[in-house]
């Protein structure tokens, strides 16, 4: 069974990040500054998680090209599994739900599309 789900809005040097529990409801909203830090506190919070449930939180986010780079290193690099949707999968699947257009929206439709 699915525990967590965290899915990213990538855009240009930040992130719009959600944190979906597995009874999907949302824990945490919020913005990741591409920076080393803000990375870091990330790992904590996936490190935490993975205590917590005693699974890594499955991770999504929309492939944005030049913008996704750094998200995909930082993933890559500490390990963890992620999916990474072509823009346009990403947009037929939030179509079906979608209500109205914002970053922080679309890392909620991420997230929900992916318990699917």
């Known amino acids: 069974m699915m ?3 965290i899915a990213l809005d990538v ?3 930040k992130s719009s990040v959600v944190i979906y529990d597995r009874y999907r409801q949302c824990e945490f909203e ?3 500054n591409h920076t080393r ?3 870091e ?3 904590e919070r996936i490190e ?3 205590k917590s449930d005693g699974q890594v939180p499955h991770i999504v986010f929309e492939a944005t090209g030049v913008y996704s780079k750094s998200v995909e ?3 890559k690099n500490h390990g963890y599994t992620y999916s990474r949707m072509n ?3 990403a947009n037929l699947q939030m179509a079906k739900m979608r209500r109205h257009k914002t970053d922080c929206s679309d890392a909620h439709e991420l997230a929900k599309t992916h318990f699917k």
């Open 30 to 32: 919020g913005e990741l």
């Open 73 to 75: 290193a930082f993933f």
């Open 37 to 39: 830090i803000d990375f």
């Open 11 to 13: 855009s240009k040097g």
């Open 3 to 5: 525990k967590h789900v």
């Open 87 to 89: 823009p346009l999968e």
């Open 48 to 50: 935490e998680i993975t």
């Open 41 to 43: 506190r990330l790992h």
